[in-house]
């Protein structure tokens, strides 16, 4: 009996460790020592609709690539070795002429954009180096059941498109900068433990939400902080009619403005955009988180309300920090 029960015990180690384990693991190094230089071609060189995750590890070093992860790719982990040498990079923007002598617009303007579902990335810093001169994405997510943590976020204006009316996207530990509406985008997004730096007076977040949509961004004990200099910036602003963002126990520097959220005027698609929007905080501290004049169509949610605010009801069936 003892040995029936021990091969049981054995077979089922073997079936969790293979559940939780990838099936396979690719490694890529700039310096030749991996089995590829490049991301992307680590990425073409994975099964399509694999059985499980297939990790990436990137070693330390620049890739100046332009990186698509499609949606045929699921379940892929991207890791690097560590976030401060680590780099992905890329210069496109729109109004840039490309192969096609076509312009670039904003939407095809990232460094790396994730399209299949089940993605994780850790330990990489994602960077657009076109900076002042427009529009240029950085990370630009659509797939569902998105992670990323521990890494970087870098550019000016349009930094994080997370979009996508039935994306859930999940951000800890990161470090988010940029200049205007540097985190914009349709889809449910939690921002957890976050420093979020503006880099010029402008709007750090542009939601267009979905109509009916309970969440949008949701930004949890993050911290808001400002390059030297920058003293007018907006929690937000919205793109679309029912844009909804909301701070929970975040530390707000002194470069946000008493009045906290702009309406966006002069939309002429969209206009009157504050009559549904929804703004809202709790817990808001430091020299930007006096929110005694706040403009009056904005939110501070009770205690009772800010319980609603939790991975599960915001994620529905899928915990991404278990």
Known sequence: MKRILSILMMAFVQILFAQTAPYITVNVASDGSGQFT????????????GPGEALIKIKAGTYKEKIVIPSSKHKVTLQGENAENTILINDDYSGKIDALNEKMTTFNSYTLLVMAD??????????????????????????????IKDSKILGCQDTVYATGNHSRQYFENCFIEGTTDF??????????NCTIKSLADSYITAASTQQGKKFGFVFFDCQLIAKDGITKVFLGRPWRSFASTVFINTEMGNHILPE??????G?????????????????????????SKRVSWSHQLTKKEVKNYTIDKIFGDWNPVQ
């Open 38 to 49: 490049s991301i992307q071609k680590a990425i073409n060189s994975l099964r399509d609709f």
């Open 118 to 147: 089940e993605v994780k990335i850790s330990n990489l810093t994602i960077q657009n180096t076109w900076c002042n001169k427009g529009q240029a994405v950085s990370l630009h997510v659509e797939g569902d059941k998105f992670v």
């Open 183 to 192: 985190i914009f985008g349709s889809a449910t997004v939690v921002f957890k």
């Open 260 to 265: 906290g959220w702009n309406p966006w005027k």
């Open 267 to 291: 939309d002429a698609m969209f206009p009157e955009k504050e009559k549904t929007t929804y703004y809202a905080e709790f817990g808001s501290r430091g020299e930007g988180g006096n929110v």
